[in-house]
């Protein structure tokens, strides 16, 4: 049963960049809103799908934005790749191209890295990509290894402009093997299914905040999630009309979820129930 209103809500999971944060600074709200959940004890987590760092290091890189999240409530690509590899082969083996974000996390979920027949070749996001690397992940998909992809972004920001990132490192190894990957972060629900899992949440009781349509909306509706997006990322009017489906709401900013602020009517209501 789909969630009517916000008031329904009962567990939360949100996006990190453009939602909590922009830039390293914490916006308007959030930490007003991490700290309402937490005096209220009320299930949420907090969604990346970076995986180059592993909770601790998140957890401190947003401490110095001025938001306090524990380590155990953040839930990244890279966790949610490891939980659905152990879910398939516990106690299997990998060929990693990444960084601590995905080798920790393997690794806490039983996982041996290994370049002899491993079970998965996964590639998570790495400042430091190598053509030897790439080279021998072709190589070990070519003879049978499964492919995984932590994300498919293909590119990412730096302060000099975008640079390629994960979904493009994976593109040059499917046209070299002719094998598409596996994606497990965002937009693969699977991402939000995992993280519900790990709070004991419901979809008919969850919801999700994010800044962009074509990840954060798109797999929260086809998780069945309460879906809020807020105008504080990518997304304007014009990005919103571009897309054939709608989010339950559309927000300024997270500010408007602080308990202060009154409960405006859902996008379905006020534009004909999508």
């Known amino acids: 049963m789909a969630i009517n209103s916000r008031n329904d809500v009962e567990c939360w999971l949100t996006d ?9 600074q914490a916006l308007p709200g959030a930490a007003e809103l991490i700290q309402q959940w937490q005096d209220a004890g009320t299930p949420y987590l907090v969604l990346t799908n970076n995986s180059i760092f592993t909770p601790r290091d998140l957890a401190a890189r947003l401490k110095a934005s001025g938001l306090n999240v524990p380590e155990d409530r953040i839930w990244t690509s ?29 690794h806490e ?5 290994t370049e002899t027949a491993p079970d998965y070749v996964v590639v998570g996001e790495t400042r ?41 490192i994976a593109a040059m190894i499917t046209k070299v093997t002719g094998k598409e990957p596996y994606v497990v972060g965002k937009p693969n629900p699977m991402m939000f299914r995992s993280a519900m899992n790990r709070i004991g949440a419901h979809s008919e009781n969850t919801a999700m905040i ?24 990518i997304s304007d009017q014009a990005e919103i009309d571009r897309y054939p489906f709608r989010p339950s709401e559309i ?3 997270v500010h408007e979820l602080v308990r202060s602020a009154p409960v405006e009517a859902d996008l379905g209501d006020a534009e004909g129930n999508f």
Do not use: W
């Open 109 to 113: 979920a039983g996982f041996i890295m």
């Open 16 to 24: 990190m960049d453009g939602v909590l944060v922009h830039e390293n």
């Open 210 to 233: 994010g800044d962009r349509m074509d990840t954060d909306i798109i797999a929260g509706i086809e998780a069945g999630l309460h879906t809020i997006l807020v105008l504080t990322g």
């Open 78 to 106: 890279a966790l949610a790749t490891a939980d659905f590899c152990r879910s398939q082969i516990p106690g299997g083996s990998a060929f990693v191209i990444g960084e601590a974000g995905i080798t920790t996390a393997l």
């Open 251 to 253: 927000l300024q900013g």
């Open 128 to 168: 430091n990509y190598s053509f030897e690397a790439i080279t021998k992940a072709a190589r070990l998909i070519m003879a049978g290894a499964r492919f995984i992809v932590t994300n498919p972004d293909a590119t990412g920001p730096s302060s000099e402009g975008i640079l390629p990132a994960t979904g493009a």
